[in-house]
């Protein structure tokens, strides 16, 4: 699937030549669940490493009535990148994440979310949900970081992250299965070019 902006990512699964294009995923994940990391596309953008993904997930009943409760949710992302070394164990290049908070106000009926202190304002639940299931730039290493023409080898998941909660709700979580939101680990590969990895 070549894209433009992520020239020089290699496909390594069923290569054929070295012609620069988009990394395929590598879909190990378990099936039949409701939760998953559908997609995820490593970019390279001016000398760091992005990640776009798509994630399919539904809030259960249980966790609707608790948001619109004006009970903010968070939502955590996990990604790990590493390389493999024959004569050692692997390195791990990247072990980052990033959690968004899901909020609503019933009085002025509105929607935020984001990271960090920047919440943005969303006029619906589903609105609000669509940052989560589809990721754009989120910048997690700079490609100085890789060896170029190497294989890496990386995983994603999203998870509700209860530990963020007050405790009352997190005594709550432990306890009832509606507040267990996780998808399973996405495997993806992908690899840098000389072009790309110029800074």
Request: charged fraction near 25%; proline fraction near 5%; glycine fraction near 6%.
């Amino acid at each position: 699937m070549p894209v433009g902006s992520a020239q020089g990512l290699r496909v390594t699964d069923a290569v054929t030549d070295d012609t620069p294009t988009m990394a395929t995923v590598v879909d190990t994940g378990q099936q039949g669940t409701t939760e998953e990391v559908v997609r995820v596309e490593p970019v390279i953008r001016d000398g760091r490493l992005y990640i776009d993904a798509d994630v399919d997930f539904e809030l259960s009943p249980e966790l609707q009535d608790v948001v619109y409760k004006g009970i903010p949710l968070y939502f955590t992302v996990d990604v790990e990148i590493r390389s493999t070394r024959w004569w050692w164990f692997d390195k791990t290049i990247v072990d980052a994440n990033q959690t968004w908070r899901v909020t609503y106000n019933a009085l002025t009926r509105q929607w935020r979310v984001g990271s960090g202190e920047l919440l943005l304002p969303e006029s619906s639940l589903n609105e609000a949900l669509a940052s989560l299931r589809h990721i754009r730039g989120w910048a997690v290493a700079p490609v100085s970081d890789f060896d170029k023409n190497t294989e890496l080898y990386g995983r994603m998941r999203l998870r509700l992250d209860t530990s963020l909660l007050t405790r009352p709700f997190q005594v709550d979580a432990m306890n009832r299965r509606a507040w267990t939101l996780s998808t399973p680990w996405k495997n993806f590969t992908f690899s840098i070019s000389d072009a790309e990895h110029q800074p």
